[in-house]
């Protein structure tokens, strides 16, 4: 069983940096795709970013140049460090991992496995 756990979410002021991490638990976490995801009020969720296996990344337009994944093995977390934050940033983030499946997408069926989420909250 795979579980995910974010945290490190908060409120910031627009131009502001926040960093959210997500734990992982199971013995996958460097064999697979891993992604952020967030969900604004009345949006659907929307990718954010994504790792490989490999450590290859990718950015939705909207974040690239601000925001920058990654991931620590040894400590089975993933991370995401959001800076030059706007208001429009402020959702609901969540990761997200493609369990056994080759490869990464930015489609949420792509991903088989959720965390609970974590608020970002951008003032003007």
């Known amino acids: 069983q795979v579980r995910l756990v974010e945290s490190g979410g908060g409120s910031v002021q627009a131009g502001g940096s926040l960093k959210v991490s997500c734990a992982v638990s199971g013995d996958r976490f460097s064999k697979d795709c891993m992604g952020w995801f967030r969900q604004a009020p009345g949006k659907e969720r929307a990718w954010v970013a994504h790792i490989t296996s490999g450590g290859n990344t990718a950015y939705a337009d909207s974040v690239k140049g601000r925001f920058t994944i990654s991931k620590d093995p040894a400590k089975s977390t993933l991370y995401l460090q959001m800076n030059s934050l706007k208001p429009e940033d402020t959702a609901m983030y969540y990761c997200?991992?493609?369990?056994?499946?080759?490869?990464?997408?930015?489609?949420?069926?792509?991903?088989?496995?959720w965390g609970q989420g974590t608020q970002v909250t951008v003032s003007s």
């Open positions: 997200a991992a493609a369990w056994g499946r080759s490869g990464c997408a930015s489609n949420r069926s792509w991903y088989n496995f």
